[in-house]
């Protein structure tokens, strides 16, 4: 079975400053990976997939996230973080043969002004 | 840009009611999911469906859940008796192709 961790309940960053928000799954074989983000009152908005290919994927809204097998991590990032990308966002994975997406818990990115 | 539309937007249900939640999934869209999240929980698959028919489910989609795509448009999640713990927000969400899964704003249930 697939799961998805996500160690931080929240991250804080300054506008203007870089963001991450880790990220670290466990799936039988190559998965796909997955980041949405979820404003108030709205729902899951895909940000990003890797599925194969460069490790380094980009995505909506100036997000990026790196794939590192090794560390069997998926961690989203974004070099100026903008007052209005406080959110709470959600990593995701599934299986190759499979089509569900396991979630991790979700980490709310807060950006102070 | 098209999306993913769900009614309502709450419902309050007493147990042992059914209630029906619908969506209209993205209009090129083949597969179609449901899942749910209790508050301050994890969002869990329920069930996938395409071609008519259920692909995939998770253990909590038991007996007591359907699922059931009327017309061309609408796919709707029935659940048959509500529990208390079927409390939660159910999303709605659909693809073109696997896997990248485009999502509703969700129908908030809540079983009194």
């Known amino acids: 079975a697939q799961s998805v961790a996500q160690p931080e309940d929240q991250v804080n960053v300054a506008e203007g400053n870089p963001l991450t928000v880790k990220c670290t799954y466990s799936?039988?074989?190559?998965?796909?990976l997955f980041w949405y983000v979820q404003y108030p009152n709205r729902g899951l908005q895909f940000l990003l997939k890797?599925?194969?290919?460069?490790?380094l994927v980009k995505g909506s809204y100036g997000f990026e996230a790196e794939f590192n097998k090794s560390q069997t991590s998926f961690h989203l990032k974004k070099p100026s973080a903008l007052v209005s990308d406080s959110a709470l966002y959600f990593c995701?994975?599934?299986?190759?043969?499979?089509?569900?997406?396991?979630f991790g818990g979700g980490t709310r990115l807060m950006v102070k002004p | 840009e098209p999306e993913v539309t769900q009614t309502p937007s709450h419902q309050v249900t007493q147990m042992g009611q059914e209630v029906i939640l619908r969506c209209v999934p993205i209009?090129?869209?083949?597969?179609f999911y449901w899942y749910r999240q209790i508050l301050g929980q994890k969002v869990e698959f329920l069930v996938s469906?395409?071609?008519?028919?259920?692909?995939?489910k998770s253990e909590i989609f038991d007996d007591q859940f359907s699922v059931e795509r009327p017309d061309g448009s609408n796919f709707t999640l029935k659940i048959r008796s509500t529990k208390l713990e079927d409390s939660a927000m159910y999303f709605c969400?659909?693809?073109?192709?696997?896997?990248?899964?485009?999502f509703g704003p969700g129908t908030r249930l809540l079983v009194l």
């Open positions: 969400a659909s693809s073109e192709t696997y896997p990248a899964q485009y």
């Open positions: 799936v039988s074989g190559n998965p796909y």
């Open positions: 890797y599925i194969t290919g460069d490790n």
């Open positions: 995701a994975v599934s299986p190759r043969a499979g089509n569900m997406l396991t």
């Open positions: 209009s090129n869209h083949l597969y």
């Open positions: 469906f395409y071609n008519n028919e259920i692909s995939e």
